[in-house]
């Protein structure tokens, strides 16, 4: 186990200490804070929801396979309501594990079981740094991002869109921001699904980036989506469809709903889980119903707001709580499980810092397979901040040797260390500890550890300073990966195309 954390700068070729990449495991039990008859209460509400209440589908394909799968369809009002039997026989197709290959197969991940993946911030329209300050996002910044995420080993994913490239046309910067995915990483991709067209480029263009054709790649997929249900109870035209062209083609799609509670669901922790739990079997059933054995994730994104203002409120009480329940609510269903652990700091302070800790430890504790917007997340997702990424790389670096198995044999319990070293002495130059000092304990990158007189020597920075440092320094060190000459030229070919079949005027 000391060999995993030994020799940081040797694997990862740089001067920042990090730990080298690894699919994380949570060998721990998941925590359950309902009991048996809570939850299956939780799962007949939301049965109720679906059955007696419904939800509106905008688009008439989707309405259409509901229909052939024997939902009731109001043609008045679009709701579709499904009854239970419909959810369990969708549920039976569903697999409780599968793998998510990039172009670099050695960074391929398992979503399922105990194995856990951290994604990078996805969606915010803004970018901040301390050095240029808060600005709209760019592509320049968006492939920084992109190196980053490749450069720090705790980083398994990339979101969907780290930041908006604004300057980029709406209908076309898809193009460059999978691209960006493609040259400055080696890593998966979540790809956007509003709308069938996004969603097949980015399936298309990671096939190319793999050598493969659309057909194998739907036997070992390599791009995952985030579908999210308008809460409450509206799923639209555009997510349906890029829902239905992800599925079609084998890829993962991530049924996630996103809920605020006294917003768009009721005030109260079981109202809210009820209402999330039925819009999230809603589109994990669409998936089986396009594609049995389709790969699909339960999501889950449930807070609230602050009664005071109505502002998005996150890694509170509430949200870890909401983050362990969904866990319990995936087991029962058997399905990998995402979440996320938001803050709503809007800098990189104290807030950001504890709001990031409670919601991290309510996914971890919830078994989550995939924990999205695990670094960079800022400003209740408005920004995509450079500091704080360097933060929460930390804070999941921390996480990984927590969740790392303590090794346990009779060297280990050291008894004949303790015998060697007399009453009142100390261990700092006992064999036992020489042997291991090197690598005895994790070995922060941020974390400043020095006395009081050497820090303030040293410039008396913060960490908010240090982590400013850091990831200049890092992007120093980036080092982008290689990629095929034809496949290069490949991809330059399918985006020339795609640009010019899209058109500066479409929508």
Request: overall charge negative; hydrophobic content about 40%.
């Amino acid at each position: 186990m000391r060999e995993a954390r030994r020799g940081r700068r040797e694997r990862s070729g740089t001067s920042i200490r990090q730990l080298p990449w690894e699919q994380v495991r949570n060998p721990y039990p998941p925590m359950a804070i309902l009991n048996e008859e809570q939850l299956q209460t939780l799962h007949e509400t939301s049965i109720r929801i679906l059955s007696e209440l419904g939800v509106k589908v905008m688009g008439a394909n989707v309405r259409e396979i509901f229909a052939r799968a024997g939902a009731i369809i109001d043609d008045e009002t679009d709701i579709v309501r499904i009854d239970e039997s419909i959810v369990t026989e969708a549920l039976k197709t569903a697999p409780s594990e599968f793998t998510l290959t990039a172009r670099n197969a050695e960074k391929r991940l398992t979503l399922g079981g105990n194995h856990m993946a951290f994604g990078l911030v996805a969606g915010p329209p803004n970018v901040h740094d301390r050095i240029r300050g808060r600005r709209s996002g760019n592509f320049e910044d968006y492939a920084n991002f992109i190196r980053l995420a490749h450069h720090f080993n705790a980083i398994h994913l990339i979101g969907n869109q780290v930041t908006a490239p604004q300057e980029l046309p709406a209908n076309n910067r898809h193009l460059d921001t999978y691209n960006a995915n493609l040259t400055y990483s080696d890593l998966s991709f979540h790809c956007t699904a509003i709308g069938r067209g996004r969603a097949m480029d980015g399936i298309r263009m990671m096939a190319i980036s793999r050598g493969m054709t659309l057909e194998e790649m739907a036997l070992d997929p390599g791009v995952i989506t985030i579908i999210s249900v308008n809460s409450p109870r509206l799923l639209d035209d555009a997510m349906g469809d890029g829902l239905i062209a992800m599925a079609e083609h084998g890829q993962v799609v991530t049924v996630t709903p996103f809920t605020l509670m006294g917003a768009m669901t009721p005030v109260t922790l079981p109202a809210a889980l009820a209402q999330q739990n039925a819009e999230a079997l809603f589109g994990i059933v669409l998936t089986q119903l396009v594609k049995p054995g389709a790969p699909v994730m339960y999501g889950a994104f449930t807070s609230n707001v602050d009664m005071r203002s109505g502002a998005p409120a996150f890694g509170t009480p509430e949200n870890a709580k909401a983050n362990v329940i969904a866990g319990q609510l995936a087991r029962r269903y058997d399905l990998p499980y995402r979440t996320s652990n938001a803050n709503a700091s809007n800098t990189v302070d104290l807030q950001a810092a504890y709001e990031t800790e409670m919601s991290t430890w309510g996914a971890v504790l919830g078994g989550a397979n995939m924990i999205y917007h695990a670094a960079g997340w800022l400003e209740g997702g408005l920004t995509a901040s450079y500091e704080k990424l360097i933060l929460d790389v930390e804070i999941l670096q921390n996480m990984t040797e927590f969740l790392r198995p303590i090794p346990w044999n009779e060297d280990e319990l050291g008894f004949d260390a303790i015998r060697d070293v007399s009453a009142g002495g100390h261990f700092f130059g006992s064999a036992h500890t020489m042997a291991r000092y090197e690598n005895a304990f994790y070995a922060p990158m941020l974390s400043d550890w020095r006395n009081y007189e050497n820090w303030e020597i040293a410039g008396a920075k913060d960490a908010t300073q240090r982590a400013t440092d850091l990831w200049q320094q890092a992007l120093t060190e980036y080092v982008q990966p290689p990629m095929d000459p034809a496949i290069r030229e490949e991809l330059d070919a399918y985006i020339a195309h795609r640009r010019e079949e899209i058109g500066n005027d479409e929508p």
